[in-house]
């Protein structure tokens, strides 16, 4: 009888370390937020922080690019290095980042054309 207990005590001590060992080695990371967020081309507003998922870009040419960077070096960003024909309609650009985990955070840009203000005063 203490054969069989000693037995079933070095199964759960086999069982929990090995619990234990996966634990600490599929420890993802779960960050899926920009550290950095650079439009060329156009206006964004409000200004970058990594919380806020949606911008508005009021464009100054004929294209918008983004240059971005991920908070972790584990994770996987979309949409970032594009170049964006702007036209005369509104476009939704989404740029996606997904955590080492699988975790994802999307970031939604409204790029808008900028309008030119002529001074009709002739100042």
Aim: glycine share 6%; proline share 1%.
């Amino acid at each position: 009888e203490k054969k069989v207990i000693g037995y079933i005590l070095i199964f759960l001590v086999i069982v929990l370390s090995w619990i234990a060992i996966v634990r600490i080695y599929d420890d993802k990371d779960d960050n899926s937020y920009l550290s950095e967020l650079v439009v060329n081309g156009g206006e964004i507003s409000p200004q970058f922080t990594k919380d806020n998922f949606k911008y508005t870009v009021v464009a100054t040419g004929d294209y918008v690019s983004f240059s971005c960077k991920a908070a972790s070096k584990k994770s996987k960003v979309e949409g970032c290095k594009e170049s964006i024909e702007v036209t005369n309609k509104e476009i939704v650009h989404a740029i996606r980042v997904e955590a080492e985990d699988t975790n994802v955070s999307k970031y939604y840009i409204t790029i808008v054309k900028g309008e030119v203000k002529e001074n009709l005063d002739g100042e």
